[in-house]
């Protein structure tokens, strides 16, 4: 089977690399060899083995009749979303690690790839090398999913288990995790949670059989974050980690992405570095997690080309995946009950009068007070801190 690849960065030479040093068990588990014919991209790649097979203009692939399967690993919505519906409007099998794309077009490309019976499929769209797609969508189609909780963010993930061992400040461990090559020289994406929010919105869609738009699910980063915080949360013998969560709530989901102060019993305390995790609670299963690298080349390599076999070995068919394009109304994020560990300037009387019986936290940080809430709706809460004022931080607790 010919095979293409579009954008020969860090994934896209990770799944040439794989292709050839797995070629024969690859071959094996596909029942035919997958050859690489062509590979995508603006740059010249001398001295590459594969320098031969680059081309520049992506109609080269969809106009030769012997590619059977593509592979998008460019990146971002545009041109990606344009040349994989060309290839799937050719009749060509399509698999990609672009969780940007997926995320905004993922039920249409499902659609077409479904009327021109062959398959779009992103399992490493989301944990990296992680198998979290395939289980929902195979293993677990049985099961209502009524919980993902998810740290699905190697980069942040990393930078807030250094905060917590070494005490430091953000600006130095984003520092330090850009020079280690976790960080992209602009990590808006990863530390203000944006990356997350798009496989949680995956996710999502993928367990309703509908459209979760990302940019309904409320979210916030890790840039707030400081190394007060974390003496905090060691006194309360507590680590903050970025989650993405989204919980069934009657015929919805309710979404957020958001750091949490997690005890040391929840299932996600002790995933720490660029690993990454996604717990799953399903009404017959009960709990799950997978967890493994999120991250990195061939580990998310390897997740592609499970999806390249996968595609292999059901060529002649479309496998069939539930998810509508009309869009899920996802539940009121500010009805979730939640607890709230807050900093302030304001006296213990005052916090008192506002909040009621609260939880006191000192962790000896002079002209401030920290405090946990009782359970309260997220609402709630915000109208009791702005009644309180000089609210210095507020984290969740998980």
């Not at 479904?114 to 293993?139: D, H, M």
């Not at 020289?185 to 979760?212: F, M, N, W, Y």
């Not at 890790?222 to 709530?249: E, Q």
């Amino acid at each position: 089977m010919k095979v293409a690849i579009m954008g020969y960065g860090t994934i896209g030479s990770g799944v040439a690399e794989i292709l050839d040093v797995n070629r024969d068990v690859i071959a094996k588990r596909c029942g035919e060899p997958l050859e690489l014919k062509y590979v995508l991209d603006l740059r010249e790649f001398e001295g590459d083995p594969n320098a031969d097979k680059i081309v520049h203009d992506y109609k080269v692939i969809a106009e030769d009749p012997e590619i059977e399967m593509v592979v998008e690993t460019m990146g971002g919505v545009e041109p990606a979303y344009t040349f994989v519906k060309t290839m799937l409007l050719a009749k060509k099998h399509v698999c990609t690690s672009n969780k940007a794309l997926v995320a905004d077009k993922g039920a249409e490309l499902i659609a077409i790839a479904r009327e021109n019976n062959v398959n779009f499929e992103f399992e490493a769209s989301v944990g990296g090398g992680i198998p979290i797609i395939r289980p929902l969508l195979s293993c677990l189609t049985g099961d209502v999913i009524e919980e993902i909780t998810g740290i699905i963010n190697g980069t942040t993930n990393y930078m807030m288990t250094k905060m917590t061992r070494e005490g430091s400040e953000f600006d130095d461990v984003l520092r330090d995790a850009q020079e280690k090559g976790y960080a992209e020289k602009d990590p808006t994406a990863d530390i203000e949670g944006h990356d997350a929010c798009r496989k949680i919105a995956i996710l999502t869609s993928i367990v309703a059989g509908q459209q979760v738009d990302y940019q309904d699910i409320p979210t916030e980063g890790i840039s707030h974050i400081t190394a007060t915080d974390i003496k905090y949360a060691n006194k309360m013998g507590r680590a903050i980690k970025l989650l993405a969560t989204s919980r069934k709530v009657q015929d919805s989901y309710v979404a957020r992405v958001a750091p949490f102060l997690l005890p040391p019993e929840h299932p996600l305390y002790s995933v720490n570095d660029v690993f990454n995790a996604v717990f799953v609670h399903g009404n017959m299963l009960g709990d799950g997690m997978f967890y493994g690298s999120g991250a990195g080349k061939l580990p998310t390599a390897s997740a592609v080309v499970g999806d390249m076999v996968e595609m292999a070995r059901h060529k002649d068919e479309n496998i069939y995946l539930e998810w509508k394009p009309e869009k899920l109304e996802l539940a009121d994020a500010g009805k979730q009950e939640n607890r709230f560990f807050v900093r302030t300037t304001a006296s213990v009387s005052d916090v008192e009068s506002v909040f009621g019986e609260v939880e006191l936290v000192d962790a000896g940080v002079e002209g401030e007070i920290g405090f946990v809430t009782g359970i309260m709706e997220e609402n709630a809460y915000s109208a009791k801190a702005e009644k309180l004022g000089n609210v210095l931080q507020m984290i969740r607790m998980g």
